[in-house]
């Protein structure tokens, strides 16, 4: 395993907590449909990429499968995502190398309270994937992928583990248009740890994960999946961020949307 250090993950944990990112009762059951809170506008971003992928790859999904759909929910921490898939009557694992209980693996088990293994946790890396060849029908990054350190064999394990004609998604991950934009932000974010992070920021920039995502990174990291983006209406507020940065001469923006691959 490609481990983060302990050290990291505590930091994370503690930054997080500090930021107010975790829930429990019934704001933890209400997400991704989150309506109060500091953070609600980015849950509001969140719930519209959410119900994009269940319109598009869920629901098509069950309609032609026998039984509830296995999903592999990468970067799961709290399990909200798995939560409202057991709702669905689909059956999910929530994995993730955090498991804290601010919005890691720990703080899950509130889900399970009066319905025992709603769905199952599994803290493992997104590089070493714990799961036989052809387990899933989906495998969906969660707000995780550029966290990845080595996006070709973060890709080539998630296909591993999904079955001939199942669906590798990408959700709430930033997207650019090249390399520069991409180059931009974490430029802007290194300049600004110190004031964001506080005494934590050389421990949460150490790890040298890959920061955001374009079409030609993921086709260079995985040349056998034909990826294709869905574009997803989000609130006002969002999609007018690329014209609000251009009048006060800011970087471009990055956007989410929904991000697909069938696995041959």
């Given at each position: 395993m490609n481990a983060l250090s302990a050290q990291f993950l505590s930091d994370y944990a503690a930054h997080r907590a500090a930021e107010g990112r975790g829930y429990s009762g019934a704001a933890l059951r209400a997400l991704p449909y989150l309506k109060t809170g500091p953070f609600a506008e980015q849950w509001a971003v969140r719930a519209k990429s959410f119900d994009a992928f269940v319109q598009h790859v869920v629901r098509p999904m069950a309609r032609i499968h026998v039984g509830p759909l296995k999903v592999l929910d990468l970067g799961a921490g709290n399990g909200w995502l798995c939560h409202r898939l057991a709702q669905l009557g689909h059956k999910a694992i929530a994995l993730d190398i955090r498991d804290d209980d601010v919005d890691g693996l720990a703080a899950a088990s509130e889900f399970s309270k009066g319905i025992p293994n709603l769905f199952e946790c599994v803290r493992a890396s997104f590089d070493?994937?714990?799961?036989?060849?052809?387990?899933?029908?989906?495998?969906?990054?969660?707000?995780?992928?550029?966290?990845?350190r080595d996006l070709h064999l973060v890709l080539q394990e998630a296909a591993r583990v999904i079955r001939r004609g199942g669906l590798l998604v990408i959700l709430d991950s930033p997207f650019y248009?090249?390399?520069?934009?991409?180059?931009?932000?974490?430029?802007?974010?290194?300049?600004?740890?110190?004031?964001?992070?506080?005494?934590?920021?050389?421990?949460?920039?150490?790890?040298?994960?890959?920061?955001?995502?374009?079409?030609?990174?993921?086709?260079?990291?995985?040349?056998?999946?034909?990826w294709s983006r869905k574009r997803v209406l989000y609130p006002l507020w969002y999609e007018l961020r690329p014209l609000m940065a251009r009048l006060r001469g800011k970087r471009a923006p990055s956007r989410f949307d929904l991000w697909m691959a069938r696995v041959p």
């Open positions: 070493d994937l714990p799961f036989e060849i052809a387990r899933f029908d989906i495998a969906v990054f969660n707000a995780s992928l550029h966290y990845a248009d090249n390399e520069a934009g991409g180059a931009a932000m974490v430029t802007e974010k290194q300049a600004q740890s110190a004031a964001y992070f506080g005494m934590r920021a050389n421990t949460l920039l150490a790890p040298n994960f890959i920061e955001f995502l374009t079409r030609d990174r993921l086709a260079a990291a995985a040349p056998n999946l034909a």
